[in-house]
Nanobody
């Protein structure tokens, strides 16, 4: 059974930092692209970052570029999202997801349960 478990969310003041972790089990992370998504109340889910299988290929949404950094440790079967200079508009539920193959875009196969991040002004 495949599981993705996010951790590291919480309440942080504007300008602060958080690091999300996504621990995978039941799959070999090196075979999957990893995406980070968020959904704020009343808004559609959006991809904020994605990391290719070998940690070389990256994608960042314009809204987080320069502030968020995705990484992965395939040996630990874990992906990370470092979030700096957080803004109130970053408040959302954040999800990690895994997609088989090399592409960062497209339908993701497995999803975590989500973790809430609230940035206070």
């Amino acid at each position: 059974q495949v599981r993705l478990v996010e951790s590291g969310g919480g309440l942080v003041p504007a300008g602060g930092s958080l690091r999300l972790s996504c621990a995978a089990s039941g799959l070999t992370l090196s075979s999957y692209a990893m995406g980070w998504f968020r959904q704020a109340p009343g808004k559609e889910r959006e991809m904020v970052a994605a990391i290719g299988r070998s940690d070389g290929l990256r994608y960042y949404a314009n809204s987080v570029k320069g502030r968020f950094t995705g990484s992965r440790d395939n040996a630990k079967n874990t992906a990370y999202l470092q979030m700096n200079s957080l803004k109130p508009e970053d408040t959302a539920v954040y999800y990690c997801a895994a997609r088989a193959g090399p592409l960062l875009r497209g339908e993701y196969d497995y999803w975590g349960q989500g973790t809430q991040i609230t940035v206070s002004s």
